[in-house]
Each structure stands twice: as C-alpha cells, then as structure tokens.
C-alpha cells in the first residue's frame, strides 16, 4: 500500500460497534474505552486513524453527561491522538427518544434527546476537539408501521425533522439521516430523497451514506418497488451493477455530506435488539460484493469524475460483528488499510 501524501478526508473509526446489537439479549457491550485502545493502536503501512465518531448512549456516553465529564472525556480521547467526528443522538424510544411520526410526546422526547445530543457536540467543537462531523439521526421507527399511512407519515417524520434543524442551527450543528433499510420512509432511496426535499434545509440536514446500507437500496430490501437491480441479477454482471450503482449516488450524492466506508455481502443482519439491516463485512470477505475503493469513488467523485471535497472525514461503520471479531486488533488494521486506500484514489492534499 503506496502513500500519495493525501491527508484528507481524515480517517476515523467508529465507537458504536463496541454497542449496536450488544446487550442482555447478544453478547456484552465493549467499552468506550477498549474501543478507543484498539483505535489508537491500529496502523497501517505506518498511517494512523485520525479520530473517532461516538454514540451519544450508555453504557459509553451519557446523553446527559455533565460537562466536567465531557471535558474529562474529550482529553482522555485527545491524549491518544484522536479527534472527534461525527456524533449518534439516541432518538429512539428505548433510550429515552421517540418516533419521528408520533405527533405528541413522541416527538417532544426526540426533538429533546436531539438538543441534549447538540450541546455535547457544540461543547466539542468549542474545545477544539471536533474539527468536522454532523449529528446523525434517523426516523425512529419501522418500514412496517411506517407503511400504514406511507405519505402521511412521511409529511409527519418531515415536520420533526424540520423542528429538529432548528435546534440544530442554533447550535451550528448540521444533521444528517443514515438511510437504513430498517428506518421507515428513509429505508429506500426514492423515499429518502423525498424526506431530505420535503424538510428542504440543505444548509443544516443532509444524507448520511453507509456502503453497507446502501447497497441494500439496489435491491429494494424492504421495498421492492424501488429496487434498481433485476430479481434474479447476477452478480458478475458488472455493467449494470454499475449503472445502478451510478444512478443511486447520482441521486444522493447532492445530499450526502457523511459517508462510511464498509463492505456487505447483499444480505441483511441482526443481532440483540437490532432490526436486521445491512450486514457489515470485513473489508476482506469474500462474500464482500463491493470493491470498496472503487464504489467509494462513486460518492466521493462528482459525475464528471472530481474529488468533491465535501466530505471532511471518513468512517468506518462495523456493527454487529461477535465480540471476538471486534477484539481482535488486526481486524482494525486491515479496516484501516481499506481506507487508506480510499483516501489514496479519492482524498486530497491540504
């Protein structure tokens, strides 16, 4: 692995996997703090991760952390040479949010954990800690629910996410939606495209886009009339593996001002409590059906073929792999060499 000099988008790992699908009903969460361990140990032909992004819930930060305790936390993450990117608000009910589409207190409680979430990060950029990153969030509720009253709901998941960019704005605070097969009215592309124009705030609320989730798109997974893959596709098929997948980023692109590096085999995984939703591959599976550093370039290029420069860091999203897997360091030095790769073909010098 040759390096070019490029230095952006900086490279930062994910603290969520040590969590999503962890708990009574999976295996135990990992630490915050053995999560940042195995970041700041992993290398890769000499390159280091650049930072982290967090998940704003217990067992590794509180929502309503004080802020002697953030500053406390906010070192100790420094002192291992890593800054902060982007953040997860827990908007969901378990954790003391609400759906998007529930029109009284649901919506109260997630406007609520969404302002608690934009303090903490507006606190880390005035520390000089989070030099870039968004607030990620996401509808809070399922494609089957949602579905009962398809356009309905999405005018009512559109009106929280409006009132939610207004407490961002205050906070200088951007957002962004990870369009996930498991969210509903964001877990298709058409229908995520229709909730970014109908909350219509490009200058606060944008896409989050996940290579793993994505991937599910072409397929129409949980929602197979906007599928943009043939039924019985093959997937040597490259040519229109390709025109899809340009017709997809082509559409979202505009709107994604996050992205994660990940790989998927083209199915759906859940563990714990959490819906199935993309399954997150390691780098090097293979039953990995995305050549990650070309189809990387397919968000990170414009369509003429130009770095964009809109994304300011990527990460990586790993979640729902066994504990073994995640504790074992040279499953972060091999994601790490990924995107290093990435940013080799598609970064650039400042």
């Not at 217990?58 to 309503?64: F, T």
């Amino acid at each position: 692995m040759t390096q070019n000099g490029n230095n952006y988008p900086k490279l930062h790992n994910a603290a969520w996997p040590g969590m999503v699908g962890k708990g009574d009903d999976s295996e135990p969460p990992i630490s915050l703090e053995k999560m940042l361990d195995m970041t700041a140990a992993a290398e890769a032909d000499g390159v280091k991760f650049d930072g982290i992004d967090l998940f704003l819930s217990e067992p590794h930060i509180s929502i309503d952390i004080s802020d002697d305790a953030l500053k406390a936390l906010a070192d100790d993450i420094g002192g291992r040479g890593l800054k902060i990117g982007s953040l997860v608000a827990p908007v969901w009910e378990p954790t003391g949010g609400g759906s998007a589409m529930d029109e009284g207190e649901g919506r109260k409680r997630y406007i609520e954990q969404l302002r608690k979430a934009c303090r903490i990060g507006k606190a880390l950029r005035d520390m000089g800690m989070r030099p870039s990153g968004a607030i990620r969030v996401d509808s809070a509720v399922d494609p089957g629910t949602w579905s009962e009253d398809p356009d309905g709901n999405q005018q009512r998941i559109a009106e929280t996410l409006r009132q939610a960019c207004d407490v961002a704005a205050d906070h200088g605070e951007t957002l962004v939606a990870e369009g996930e097969v498991c969210w509903g009215g964001m877990h298709s592309w058409r229908r995520m495209v229709q909730l970014l124009e109908l909350v219509n705030r490009p200058d606060v609320f944008g896409f989050q886009a996940d290579m793993a989730h994505t991937l599910l798109y072409l397929l129409g997974t949980n929602a197979p009339e906007d599928r943009l893959l043939p039924q019985d596709f093959d997937w040597n098929d490259t040519e229109t593996f390709d025109a899809a997948y340009k017709q997809l980023c082509d559409t979202l692109r505009p709107w994604t001002i996050d992205f994660h590096v990940a790989q998927n085999d083209a199915t759906v995984k859940g563990s714990g409590s959490h819906d199935k939703t993309g399954r997150h591959c390691l780098p090097n599976d293979p039953n990995g059906k995305l050549d990650i550093t070309k189809y990387a370039g397919f968000w990170l290029r414009d369509e003429n073929g130009n770095v964009t420069k809109k994304i300011r860091h990527l990460c990586w999203d790993g979640c729902m792999f066994s504990n073994e897997t995640l504790l074992n360091q040279q499953t972060w030095n091999d994601i790490l060499a990924a995107m290093v790769a990435v940013r080799n073909a598609h970064g650039w010098q400042e």
